[in-house]
């Protein structure tokens, strides 16, 4: 029976398989004209369904075909100029290829046994990274993404601030609290559910009307905390609220974590590719005062998911997690096992890609393709404000821009009911995507630039099919079936973005 794994003897079938799929994958690629298919949920689960997956195997050129038309026909193309929708990037070319050498030797880094290089390899790349926020002596790890990169720094500020306090866990963990602004991430709510705190653990700090914390209601906060029994556990500062794209600063809020002796904690998975910008670093300012960052390289670096990192600012914080298992950390040697920081065991070398991208392309080079998208965030702004058929709702410091569409004879209340429905029609369509979100109770739509290949020419085009699909559905008659009325609006929306 011929080998179905990958092995010396099967080397040349592999280089043949992997060359048929890419080949598949590059056409799909230069193929897409709009970012997604438009194909309804109920037609994509027909698809699905139609697929056994008990049986007999229809054999892997088979099985790679019916993926083209499964999934990649109705793939969301993130590369494509009309999508604008969420944090997706398109993934810059050397980290691509590094997956395929992932993906191939299927390295764990949990162990140096498992991985020898690969461990020290990731090493240096969190070094790199550490010292780009200003930690002369950093640790960290790579994680699968933001929210477990913000779950394990709050795990260990909460082992610290349990240490710290000196009593029995069950007495301390009720009394502790994070602090943070509405506009912070779920994933720090979420982490204080996983981590055991109380149900109102999360205490909401006033910001400064645009989303950024205020370090004088932060140092309110913190004494009312206190005066009311309470530990402050961690400060959350976000360098890049997913909402509004701006940032806290961070240089006022450590000096007030400083003063009260309060962990803090900013999340730079949207921001972090200020670390590598020659021109905005600056936005920064201040976060080498953090004890811990979260990054997210597959948002502002480029890289494909999942590439992020914990980095801590002193490498003993991360102890807090180690757990001795014979047979992955023996005693008897001093090899660098990463479990010993990681929540995770088996673990994939996710560093390698953003290792082959900075050998490749340069960090000044990853800067200047995030400085662009920023640049074109802020040009979108200024096209939206110039607009009277649109609402600019706030600026941006990184690359998203919020706005509401505002078609004559429409009032306030008509403009948000349209929200929604505009998103549903584009997504429809799949001629475009765009995001919807809520901002001071008042619903609008965003756009996520991450694409330094989109022009704001493309972004007009896709704010003219927003255009186009507001008026349609304002003139459409309220008690309208809203499929009939789906299917009225995607045949008014202007023509196709060319990719």
Known sequence: MMSEMLTRST???????????????????AGATQPFSGASRSELQRLVDDSALDGPGVGTSAAIAEIDDVFLEHAVWFHHPAYAAHLNCPVALPAVAAEAVLAAVNTSVDTYDQSTVGTLMERKVVSWTAERIGFAHGDGVFTSGGTQSNMHALFLAREAAVARAGAPRAETLPRLVVLATASSHFSVGKSALLLGLSDDAVVIVADDGEGRMDPDALDVALQRAAASGL?????VATGGTTDRGVIDPVASLAAVC??????????????????????????????????????DFHKSFFQPVS???????EPRD???????????????????????????TTRRFDALKLWVTLRALGPDRIGEMFDTVVDLAADVADAVDADPDLELVGRSQLSTVLFRVRPDGTDDADQDALVAGVRRVLFESGRALVAKTVIDGR?????????????????????????????ALAGIAPDLDSELASELVAGLVGAEVSA
């Open 231 to 235: 530990l402050p556990m961690a400060v």
């Open 443 to 471: 619903p609008c739509l965003k756009l996520t630039l991450l694409n330094p290949e989109t022009t704001l020419d493309d972004v007009r085009a896709v704010l003219s099919m927003v255009k186009d699909a507001a008026t």
């Open 307 to 313: 590439s992020s990192a914990l980095i801590v600012r």
């Open 258 to 295: 400083d003063e009260r002796g309060v962990w803090l904690h900013v999340d730079a998975a949207y921001g972090c590719g200020l670390l590598v910008s020659r021109r905005r670093r600056h936005l920064l300012a201040g976060i080498e005062r953090a004890r811990s960052v979260t990054v």
């Open 11 to 29: 080397a040349d079938r592999y280089r043949l398989l992997v060359a048929e799929t890419t080949a598949l994958v590059a056409h799909r690629l």
């Open 318 to 344: 991360l102890a807090a997690g180690a757990w001795h298992a014979d047979y992955l950390n023996p005693l008897e040697n001093a090899e660098p096992n990463q479990v010993d920081k990681s929540l995770q």
